[in-house]
């Protein structure tokens, strides 16, 4: 059966109607009404049995009563009549124990033959009464007669007797026919006999009331007769009369034959009725109270519900980036940390790979948020494209993402992960209609060889991913021991490098170049060092990249540029003052716009003209925010600087920058150089560059010279200068000027066959 919510809400409806309690009482009332009514119903038919059997014993007692005196009037008349002779105090003497014996006749008569009384005992309640004819009337001396005749005796009915009151009187012949010798008679008052019937009972309980053919004749009562109240009338079975008895109980006896049943059941009912209708209107209470409670849970748990989902919706929000819709950093450690322990569980390993997106502040800032946004969003959307139940990708904010994998069963498995990230970056990025290439560098830490928790293994991971930086970026790592030590160097290093400047702990050293046409020294390098108060003497590769993370390099550079300008001012008046000198560039000293008016200000400063200072820039200058440097580097030149790109050679494919760039050389990059007379591709490449740039209008200058045969293979090529340890090392400015005084160069050119 089915008992659908609804069918459950009706019947649960109908059973609080507030009807209920009253129509169970209405119930209860009209049992107990019925109940009464069919018990009093049940009394009262009992109550009436009572009373005809009192009539009937009443009536009973009459008839007995009248036997017993006829009979004993009967026995007088006989031995009256067996004594003739009988004397006048004789029979008074007889009379008078019959009236002692029964004690409830008036008087006993002897009545002669003419129907006169003779004889009477006693005679003193009787006066006046001996002598009277009894036969008074037509119909009384008929009866007499007619019992003289046949021997029966005759009874008056209730007379008015002589002696004044109501009465019977009971006639016995003296013999019959010719032989009668008169009557005796017996006279009772009506009264005397009325309370012998009713003697064993209360006589204000009934009213008797002795009918003789229908018509009362006599009444015996303490109360007035009501129809209200019930009567039983038996007929009085005496011979010659005609008499019946109506018995009428008085209301006590009728109230004592009462049954309490009837009252007392109609209570009990009443009350249990209320009792009965008073649970109902309780159990309503109660039902209702529940039914509010269900009610007010019901809502409790739907707002529980809602606020579940608001939460669930909070954790979502809160554990996801807005920006790229990625889980978040913290998310990330925590799903880490989780990871980590299963994998603890199950003795299995897991990558962890920090992703940074190379050169992504340099983008940032040229292009705009905007671009930094949407190109953020486009990389998080491919790395996306590779989480799976087992790879998780996160934003950790910046430019930088965090990928975790799990369950790994070797580390080829790792190689292959950073394969498809790196797959990510191959196609360009299309941000505002303009295609972007962006590389990424990866740091990688695997549990539990590089790290036992989550944190140990972010950590690690970022030293990874700091080092490959350091190898020169759109690569990838893997943590190792060692770095570890780098790492707190590098970090120790970060701490005194902000403190360099203002301790004057930076010098430039000059490598000189040499012009193979001229066999002259027209133009050094400045290098930088770090004169490390414990490290001793640093060298750039060392403290520039940490200064190009930190934003330091533009102060930095800054000192360069006038630390370059005091030494050409320096040199001016002297032997020197036509050297020309070479700064480095970073590119993010680029992205300063008032780069330019610095290097003027530091020029006019020391009052140098423009042209004795060259600015030697890397390759991707000229591929990166293309607008912005060409403006820079226009305006650099324009002042009538020299502007060089450095590591030619490396990292760039395209050269159509060098049609739109002002640029006067190209450095070969140093790795070409190395191995120039032993590979042959080396040599190509080296000669395809010289001719290159002769083609295009510009000097070529080589680096990393560190034999005679690399210079004179250069030389063969009309390579137009040379840099290297061949030539000196970077040496501090006084250094330079001692060997350029004495001619060292000028000898070691001519020993290198110059
Ligand atoms: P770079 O511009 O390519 O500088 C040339 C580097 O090659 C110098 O290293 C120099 O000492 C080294 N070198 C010169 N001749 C030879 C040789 O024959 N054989 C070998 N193996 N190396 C040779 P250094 O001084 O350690 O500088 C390293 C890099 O640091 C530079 O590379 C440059 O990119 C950067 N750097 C140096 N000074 C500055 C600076 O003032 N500002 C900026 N932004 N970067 C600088
Ligand atoms: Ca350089
Ligand atoms: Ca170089």
């Known amino acids: 059966m089915e008992h659908s919510p609804k069918k459950v809400g009706l019947f649960m409806e109908r059973l609080l109607n507030p009807a209920i309690p009253v129509v169970i009482f209405l119930v209860f009332l ?30 009973h007692n009459l008839e007995w009563e009248f036997r017993v005196h006829a009979d004993a009037i009967r026995r007088m008349a006989k031995r009256m009549v067996s004594d003739p002779q009988m004397s ?58 007619a019992a003289i005749e046949h021997g029966n005796y005759d009874i008056s009915g209730v007379i008015e007797l002589h002696q004044g009151g109501q009465g019977i009187v009971i006639y016995a012949p003296v013999g019959a026919g010719a032989e009668n010798n008169g009557l005796i008679a017996g006279v009772f008052r009506m009264e005397t006999l009325a309370h012998q019937l009713i003697a064993s009972r209360e006589p204000s309980m009934f009213r008797i009331e002795i009918l003789s053919k229908g018509v009362p004749v006599y009444t015996l009562s303490d109360f007035e007769s009501s129809t209200h109240l019930m009567s039983y009338t038996e007929p009085v079975n005496i011979p010659t009369l005609d008499w019946q008895l109506t018995v009428q109980p008085s209301p006590e006896w009728i109230d004592k034959q009462r049954s309490p049943w009837p009252r007392w059941t109609f209570i009990t009912l009443i009350c249990m009725g209320l009792l009965t209708s008073l649970s109902a209107l309780l159990l309503q209470l109660i039902l209702r109270r529940n039914r509010d409670l269900l009610t007010a849970r019901k809502e409790l748990d739907e707002e529980i519900a809602q606020r579940k989902t608001i939460q669930q919706d909070l954790v979502r929000l809160e554990s996801t980036d807005v920006l790229t819709g990625l889980p978040n950093r913290r998310f990330f450690m925590e799903d880490l940390a989780h990871s980590l322990n299963i994998a603890s569980r199950q003795g299995r390993q897991v990558a962890l790979v920090m992703l940074d997106l190379d050169r992504f502040q340099t983008l940032n800032d040229s292009l705009g948020h905007q671009f930094g946004d949407e190109l953020l969003a486009q990389v998080a959307a491919r790395l996306d494209q590779l989480s799976d139940e087992g790879i998780t990708v996160a934003y950790s904010g910046g430019d930088e993402f965090m990928i975790c994998q799990q369950n790994l069963e070797d580390i080829d498995d790792v190689i292959y992960l950073l394969g498809l990230i790196k797959h990510c970056f191959d196609t360009p990025f299309v941000i505002q209609d303009e295609a972007h290439g962006v590389t990424a560098t990866l740091g990688v830490a695997v549990y539990p060889h590089s790290g036992l928790d989550a944190d140990i293994l972010l950590r690690n991971a970022d030293i990874a991913l700091y080092r490959a930086k350091e190898q020169g970026r759109n690569t990838y790592q893997f943590y190792t021991e060692g770095m570890q030590e780098r790492e ?6 970060e701490k005194d490098l902000s403190q360099a400047l203002a301790n004057n702990e930076f010098v430039l050293h000059y490598q000189p170049q040499v012009n193979l046409t001229s066999g002259k020294i027209n133009s050094v390098e400045a290098l930088i060092r770090w004169q490390h108060p414990r490290r001793g003497l640093l060298s750039p590769i060392e403290f520039i990249p940490l200064a190009e993370e930190s934003g330091r390099i533009t102060d930095i550079g800054q000192w360069v540029v006038m630390a370059a300008c005091r030494q050409l001012a320096a040199w001016n008046g002297t032997r020197f003052e ?17 780069l330019v008016d610095r290097i003027r200000n530091a020029l006019d400063a020391e009052g140098i003209p423009a042209n004795r200072l060259e600015v030697e820039l890397t390759e991707e200058i000229f591929i990166q925010n293309i607008e912005h440097n060409l403006g820079q580097l226009s305006r650099l030149h324009e002042l009538g ?38 590979r042959h591709d ?6 395809a560059i010289i001719n290159l740039a002769h083609n295009l209008g510009l000097h070529v200058i080589a680096e990393g010279v560190e034999t005679p045969a690399q210079l004179a293979f250069l030389k063969s090529q009309g390579c137009d ?10 040496v501090p400015a006084a250094e330079l000027e001692k060997s350029l005084a004495n001619g060292a160069f000028e000898k070691l050119a001519e020993t290198s066959g110059l």
């Open 721 to 730: 200068l040379v840099q290297g340890y061949l030539i000196s090392r970077p």
């Open 578 to 594: 036509n050297l020309r000198v070479a700064i480095n560039l970073s590119g993010r000293e680029l992205d300063e716009d008032n």
């Open 88 to 145: 006048e105090s004789v029979w008074r003497e007889d009379a008078h124990s019959y009236l002692e014996d029964f004690r409830i006749y008036q008087a006993i008569e002897w009545i002669d033959r003419d129907f006169f009384i003779r004889w009477l005992e006693p005679e003193s309640s009787n006066e006046g009464t001996k002598g009277f004819n009894v036969a008074f009337n037509e119909q009384r001396r008929e009866a007499l007669e």
């Open 488 to 493: 707190v160097m590098r970090l120790e290093l």
């Open 30 to 59: 009209s049992m107990a009404t019925g109940l009464r009514y069919g018990l009093i119903q049940q009394y009262t038919g009992q109550i009436e049995a009572n009373l005809e059997n009192e009539a009937r014993s009443m009536a």
């Open 641 to 678: 600087i020299k502007l060089a790109i450095d590591d030619f050679g490396v990292g760039y494919s395209s050269l159509a920058y060098l049609r739109d760039f002002p640029v006067d050389f190209l450095k070969i990059d140093r790795s070409f150089i190395r191995d120039i007379t032993e």
């Open 682 to 687: 080396d040599a190509v490449i080296t000669r």
